[in-house]
């Protein structure tokens, strides 16, 4: 398949999926997406109790990735999110 063939049926494709996507957004997801807005005033808020927290915690985090680099004390943390997005941190650990 030459080069100009495979640009086409990339084009053609893309289309495609343009057409075929909804072109609205749900009630549903724009009520989520009202209330996550507000998330970050629940997560601060006084009266929201570490156990409270917690349980974001566990609707929000999909997985959590512990690597340890060999016999060292570096730790790599990767938290993956619900909506497909992670966070990255790297720590020393001297005990496990």
């Known amino acids: 398949m030459n080069r100009y063939v495979s640009i086409k049926k ?8 343009q057409r075929d996507c909804p072109k609205h957004v749900s009630d549903d997801q724009q009520q ?3 209330l996550s807005e507000h998330l970050p005033q629940l997560w601060r808020a ?6 409270d927290r917690q349980s974001i915690e566990r609707l ?3 997985q959590v990735v512990v690597n340890i680099e060999g016999n060292s004390e570096r730790v790599d943390i990767e938290l993956r999110w619900a909506g497909r997005q992670s966070t990255y941190a790297a720590t020393p650990c001297t005990e496990l």
Do not use: G, K, P, V
């Open 10 to 17: 990339c084009n053609l494709n893309y289309e495609r999926f």
């Open 32 to 34: 989520i997406r009202a």
């Open 60 to 62: 929000l985090l999909e």
């Open 46 to 51: 006084s009266t929201t109790t570490s156990q």
